[in-house]
Each structure stands twice: as C-alpha cells, then as structure tokens.
C-alpha cells in the first residue's frame, strides 16, 4: 500500500494551531501540575530505582529518570506536549497511509490535539500519556503495511510491553495484538518475534519486582484493587468466605464509588493495617465474591462504565469536581509530606504549588472545548462507527469482478478498524473492571476509537458503489 501523493496541506496548519495551544499552556502556568499521592510515587520511583510496591510500576519513572538530569518538571511537561503532537502525527500519517483523504485523517486527530483533557494530561506529571503514546505507536507500526514484518511486530510488542509497565491495565493489550497476527494468517516467526519482545521485558520486571518485595508480579496492589470494586455489592451472606476472609467483609462505611474503598481508613481492609500487606488476601476475597455474585459484579461495572456516555458529566465519586472543558486559574498546594521534599530536593528544586500566570491563564481560560466532543454521546458514536465497516452492503452479481479489488481493501480496512477498536473498548473497560471509572481513564481510548471509527468508515464508502 502506498502512501497518498496528494500534499499535505491542512494538517500541519492543524498540528501549528495546536502547538501555539501549546505553548499558552505552558504560559499560563508556572510550573507542571503535580497531583498527590500519583506524581510524587512516581518520582520518588524515578529516584530510588526500585518497583514501587503499590499501585504504580516503573515504566512512567523511567521516563522520569531520563529527564532527571534536567531537574525540571516543567521540561517533562514541554515534553509531553511534544509527545500530545506527536500522537496527532501519528494517526494522521496512519490514516493517510490507509488511503484517507488529508481532511478525514485531519479530523481523527483533532480530539488529541484541541480536547483541554489531553492538554491538561500533558502538562500533568502522570503516566496516562506515555500509555497513549506507546499503544498509537503501537498500532501504527503494525497498521502501517498490509503484512506485518518481523522487525514491526517486535517493536510494537516492546512498546505494548512497556505500555504495560507504565499501567498495568494494557497489558492484556499484547494478547490483542497477538489475535490480530494470528487472524492475519501472519507467519509464525512474525508472531514469535511480537511475543518475545513483549513478554521478556514483563518476566524480567516481574524478576526485578520479586527481588524486592518477594512476588513475581507487576505490582502489589491488584487484590486492593478488585477487593474495593466488590465492596459496592458484595454480600458475605452468599460469599460464605473461610474463616480468614471475614475480615475483609462490607462493614458500616458506605461510600459513594468503590476506588473510595482503598483510601477510607474505616473501611474493613484498612482495619487491618498496611492494605498492600494483605494484597493476596484481598484477591482472594475478591474472587470469592465475583464467583459468588457475578451478575452484581457486570451490573457495577457495566454502570460505571456507562459514566462514560452520560449526556452531563457526573462527578465519580461525588468529591472530585466534574471536568467542564475548561482550564482552571488559582494556586494549587501541595501537602507537607516527606516524599515531596525529597523530590524537591534530588529531582527539582524549584517544585512548588502549581500558579495560573496572567495574562496567559486568563486567554487560555476563554478557550473551551465542549464536553460532548470529549465523552458523552460523541465518544459513544465513536465506538459505534468503528464497529459500522461490519454493515457493509453486498453488491450484485454483476459488480463481482469489476468491483473485486475495491471490495477486498474495503474489507481490510474494516478489519483493520477491529484492533484500535478492541483496544479502546478494553481501555475503556478494564480499570472499571479492575477498580473504578474516573474520567481521565477514558482518555486513552479516544485516540483510539478515532482511528477504529476512521478506518471503519472509510472501509464503508470504499464498499458503496
């Protein structure tokens, strides 16, 4: 398949808007947005160069230790803008590679580089950016030809590898991809070479974590996790859990989302002491009550999820503010905890509570982006046109031969929008399944159902007579 000959024209308009976005970002704010407890784990990680044994692996810190010689976190945020337009680039070139037309492969990448959820993910020292960044590149490399070649499968095997180890949750990203290979009828070494370079960089982390906290894992926190998602249904008068389970048992709190269940110090794990002490012990709870109760399990996850399509944004849980499309202005502390001056100290002297600068923050302010093309219904139809390449028409008879070529890249190109899609829906799923919903997981999969409905759709009007 051949790149398109007509220029490019629009997009690097497009791509010099959203840089200048850019740069008034990094304006309008004195220095990068640090968040409790997540950024400073993952500098403290970054620091230490050992897996931490909570929540978050490495992968994130890695960055961060690269960029450690700089000591500046404002330069870790320049660099997640550059990587915001890099993901742009990326599914523009994909898609144009795939025989879109320039302003059709424009429009797929319009959401990354405008949405103020990316903007604001960007200039934030959190992980969910390299996550995007590595699954498009990954999911470029292996769209990028009709047949994928050895050396493209295992790049794009490391980089799911490495997704994986900056969130847990894409992991499972690698068996999707390797589905992929094995309905493309791709040849067994191509296969092996995307398996390779994605699951030896999991088994020597998980050798790396085992040194240090004696578990060959990724992280310590998963049982936490499912142990807090069951706490909003489970009921141990049908769990009937052993004698050492009990414990972990629903008490009198009540809380209004089960990610809630994690931090609450009266909740029945956290009676007990160091929560990720008993991260075994939780998992087992947890399996119990799925086991027990797996109807209540799909029915809490299915509504959670659902969150993600309402017509007005919901706050989940109800203490958090409700994202509005808007850039906020104000000064935002830090709490006085060892771990941030110990970052201070080694990583960046000048970490401080993040300010708004005028006159900057009061343009950025005027800026908005609406709501329902960030989630809501608008994220809903994007789902759906990816999943709309299935519905193509069948043609008459006479058409067969003339329209045999048109018909067959037709049906790869639908084929093709079956990857991106499947990986959306389960990042989209997944840490409802395994915790909670919060907005900001939805965003990884927007890049994604974007080049799932684009591919999708063309496929359908290649198909049309």
């Known amino acids: 398949?051949?790149?398109?000959?007509?220029?490019?024209?629009?997009?690097?308009?497009?791509l010099a808007l959203a840089a200048a976005l850019r740069v008034l970002v990094m304006l309008a704010y004195d220095t990068a947005q640090l968040y409790w407890y997540d950024s400073f784990t993952y500098l403290d990680t970054?620091?230490?160069?050992r897996p931490q044994g909570a929540f978050h692996p490495a992968g994130y810190s890695w960055f961060l230790w690269l960029l450690r010689p700089f000591h500046s976190v404002e330069l870790v945020a320049a660099v997640?803008?550059?990587?915001?337009?890099?993901?742009?680039?990326?599914?523009?070139?994909?898609?144009?590679?795939?025989?879109?037309?320039?302003?059709?492969?424009?429009?797929?990448?319009?959401?990354?580089?405008?949405?103020?959820?990316?903007?604001?993910?960007?200039?934030?020292?959190?992980?969910?950016?390299?996550?995007?960044?590595?699954?498009?590149?990954?999911?470029?490399?292996?769209?990028?030809?009709?047949?994928?070649?050895?050396?493209?499968?295992a790049a794009a095997g490391l980089?799911?590898?490495?997704?994986?180890?900056?969130?847990?949750?894409?992991?499972?990203?690698?068996?999707?991809?390797?589905?992929?290979?094995?309905?493309?009828?791709?040849?067994?070494?191509?296969?092996?070479?995307?398996?390779?370079?994605?699951?030896v960089p999991l088994v020597l982390y998980a050798g790396w974590y085992a040194q240090h906290h004696g578990r060959f894992a990724l992280s310590g926190s998963d049982g936490v996790a499912l142990w807090a998602r069951?706490?909003?249904?489970?009921?141990?008068?049908?769990?009937?859990?052993?004698?050492?389970?009990?414990?972990?048992?629903?008490?009198?709190?009540?809380?209004?989302?089960?990610?809630?269940?994690?931090?609450?110090?009266?909740?029945?794990?956290?009676?007990?002491?160091?929560?990720?002490?008993?991260?075994?012990?939780a998992r087992r709870f947890a399996l119990a009550a799925i086991t027990a109760q797996p109807l209540d399990y799909l029915r809490e996850v299915a509504e959670d999820t659902s969150l993600a399509f309402a017509w007005t944004p919901t706050a989940h849980p109800k203490r958090v503010s409700v994202p509005d499309g808007a850039f906020p202005t104000g000064v935002w502390s830090l709490p006085g905890h060892p771990l941030?001056?110990?970052?201070?100290?080694?990583?960046?002297?000048?970490?401080?509570?993040?300010?708004?600068?005028?006159?900057?923050?009061?343009?950025?302010?005027?800026?908005?982006?609406?709501?329902?093309?960030?989630?809501?219904?608008?994220?809903?139809?994007?789902?759906?046109?990816?999943?709309?390449?299935?519905?193509?028409?069948?043609?008459?008879?006479?058409?067969?031969?003339?329209?045999?070529?048109r018909a067959e890249a037709a049906a790869r190109s639908a084929g093709d929008a079956l990857l991106p899609w499947a990986a959306a829906v389960f990042l989209?799923?997944?840490?409802?399944?395994?915790?909670?919903?919060?907005?900001?997981?939805?965003?990884?999969?927007?890049p994604l159902a974007c080049v799932a409905a684009a591919l999708a759709l063309n496929g359908l009007r290649r198909s049309l007579p």
């Not at 809903?380 to 299935?390: D, E, F, I, K, T």
């Open 340 to 405: 941030v001056a110990q970052a201070r100290a080694a990583y960046d002297p000048a970490i401080r509570a993040q300010r708004s600068v005028e006159p900057f923050a009061g343009l950025l302010a005027r800026y908005r982006w609406p709501w329902l093309l960030h989630g809501g219904p608008f994220f809903a139809v994007l789902l759906l046109a990816g999943l709309s390449g299935l519905a193509r028409p069948r043609r008459p008879a006479r058409h067969a031969v003339v329209d045999g070529a």
């Open 159 to 199: 980089m799911l590898a490495l997704a994986g180890l900056t969130r847990t949750a894409a992991v499972p990203l690698i068996g999707l991809a390797l589905l992929f290979l094995l309905v493309r009828r791709t040849p067994w070494r191509t296969t092996a070479a995307m398996a390779a370079t994605a699951l």
């Open 80 to 153: 997640q803008h550059t990587m915001g337009l890099g993901i742009a680039t990326m599914i523009y070139l994909l898609l144009r590679r795939r025989g879109l037309p320039g302003w059709a492969a424009t429009t797929a990448a319009v959401p990354v580089l405008f949405d103020t959820g990316f903007l604001r993910l960007e200039h934030a020292v959190l992980s969910d950016l390299q996550v995007i960044f590595l699954t498009i590149g990954a999911i470029t490399v292996l769209l990028w030809r009709e047949r994928v070649a050895p050396g493209a499968a």
């Open 1 to 14: 398949m051949t790149t398109p000959t007509s220029t490019h024209r629009l997009f690097p308009a497009v």
């Open 46 to 49: 970054a620091l230490r160069m």
């Open 230 to 281: 069951t706490m909003t249904f489970a009921d141990c008068a049908r769990i009937r859990p052993p004698q050492d389970l009990a414990p972990l048992c629903p008490n009198s709190v009540r809380l209004d989302a089960a990610s809630e269940y994690v931090w609450d110090p009266g909740a029945s794990l956290n009676l007990l002491g160091d929560r990720f002490a008993h991260n075994d012990r």
């Open 428 to 446: 989209l799923v997944a840490p409802v399944a395994a915790l909670d919903f919060d907005h900001r997981y939805v965003l990884p999969a927007i």
